[in-house]
């Protein structure tokens, strides 16, 4: 079963940039396939809600809360996917989750998998 990392949380000002990345580690030879990838964040006490997603095709969806000030990048030869995060405000805290949706072999169907969550604090 393969595994999502991710990596470039942390506390920044109102106003600045973070970039979270993401890479399926693991047993990634077994890969069959990767149909999307994405983001989700959550808030203290909230529910986890869906960021961004981009497809293996190239189409990429945003949440309006972070339209014009979020960009979302997928590799899917890598199996790399990142947020830009740009103009970041103090809403914006939260753990933020990656997750793909992929397909293993021995799987008869594609599984969601996730990453463990990395902070993001946005705070002055």
């Known amino acids: 079963q393969v595994q999502l990392v991710e990596s470039g949380g942390g506390l920044v000002q109102p106003g600045g940039s973070l970039r979270l990345s993401c890479v399926v580690t693991?047993?990634?030879?077994?890969?069959?396939?990767?149909?999307?990838m994405g983001w989700y964040r959550q808030a203290p006490g909230e529910e986890r809600d869906l960021v961004a997603t981009v497809t293996d095709g190239g189409n990429r969806n945003y949440v309006n809360a972070v339209k014009g000030r979020f960009t979302i990048s997928g590799d899917y030869a890598k199996n790399t996917v990142s947020l830009q995060m740009n103009d970041l405000k103090a809403e914006d805290t939260a753990v933020y989750y990656c997750?793909?949706?992929?397909?293993?072999?021995?799987?008869?169907?594609?599984?969601?998998?996730w990453g463990q969550g990395t902070l993001v604090t946005v705070s002055s």
């Open positions: 693991g047993n990634t030879g077994n890969i069959v396939g990767i149909s999307v």
């Open positions: 997750y793909a949706v992929v397909l293993e072999g021995g799987d008869n169907s594609y599984q969601t998998r």
